[in-house]
């Protein structure tokens, strides 16, 4: 599946290739993780990104749509006018040229903002992973995507769960023939915990670095021995560098 939203429970590839959410988290306090960024198709909120500079958004590649994209930084609650936020249209949507929409290989997009965004306590970028996690680490991903693969509903409020790292092999072994060189799972054993439909694109955080992109996972979210799998950044630090260079 494809994240939209934060859940502690995983969906399956199909579903969440569509969407994401956060199963298992709570409420983030709010400023908590400013580099956070909601994505609109228009007015309809359809995914999540992180803040790398003042002028660009990573987020994932299936997060492309044809309409008119705008991003939205500062945002806490989804259904109040806070005065936090800032809202860019994007200019420019630049997915890896690589991206393999079965698969989701490669699934990672840049979007320049209209204008640089401004630095408050509310907005402020993430570093990008300076080397690849460990596996065992623990790290947070941030979403407003379904909390339950059963309610169709989102969460007002950004949600948070923390997830350890799980290592290549024991991914494989989970989804065979499906973990490329360029994705990372992160997930608890004993499931209840996860990122679910309406997550996809946001940012899985370790050590205070962007390590991960939500990107797909299994179709009931947060399920025992089911991890996530997110586009592992550390892969892509020389071509990210590279597109912001050119503009």
Known sequence: MEMVSLALLLVSAAAAQEESRIVGGTACMKGFQPWHAAIYDMNRFYCSGALVTMEWVLTAAHCRLPGTTYVRLGVHNMLRMEDTVQQKRAVRLVPHPNYDSVSKDNDI??????SPAAI???VQPINVASQCVAPGTRCLVTGWGRTSSSKPTIPEELQCVYLPIITQSECEAVYPDAITENMLCAGVREGGADTCQGDSGGPLICNEELQGIVSWGPEVCGQPGKPGIYTKVCN???????VIQRG
């Open 236 to 242: 892509y630090v020389g071509w990210i560098r590279e």
């Open 120 to 122: 408050t306590d509310s």
């Open 109 to 114: 997009m840049l979007i320049r903002l209209s």
